[in-house]
């Protein structure tokens, strides 16, 4: 009889390939969404230059901490009460690393009267993002 070794390291399989494309497309969504909705009259140049600087990190780091989470490994015909407070980690996770790579790697810097400074992330975008990904990927 042959035993299956499961890796501990990706917790991944043939069939999951399908969810992490569609959960990118779902992260993307939710980030350029979040944009659209905190300015209404239109994205500022310097906004949009900052949402396209962050749009692949956000979608990598998305995929990457769904996966540590184990949201790859199953089925989702039977959600419960534990699969959801899952999800909602690591959305969280998620939604915190935005602003840790904002301020780690400066993608995006502004002219100022004090010099360059690192234009971060607004509020309001951080907060749509994380509810609008809570919505897309837990629904």
Do not use: C, N
Request: charged share 15%; hydrophobic share 55%.
């Amino acid at each position: 009889m042959r035993r299956r070794l499961r890796s501990a390291a990706i917790p991944l399989h043939r069939h999951s390939l399908p969810q992490l494309a569609i959960d990118g497309v779902l992260v993307a969504l939710a980030y350029w969404l979040a944009y659209r909705l905190r300015f209404d009259r239109g994205v500022p140049e310097r906004y949009a230059e900052l949402r396209d600087a962050t749009i692949l990190p956000a979608v990598v780091a998305a995929l990457v901490v769904f996966a540590l989470f184990r949201m790859y490994e199953k089925w989702w015909r039977y959600v419960g009460q534990r699969d959801y407070v899952g999800i909602l980690q690591a959305v969280v996770v998620t939604t915190l690393f935005l602003p840790a790579y904002v301020a780690v790697f400066d993608p995006v810097t502004a002219r100022s009267a004090q010099g360059d400074v690192t234009l971060t992330i607004p509020t309001g975008v951080l907060a749509f993002f994380g509810l609008l990904l809570l919505l897309l990927v837990g629904g």
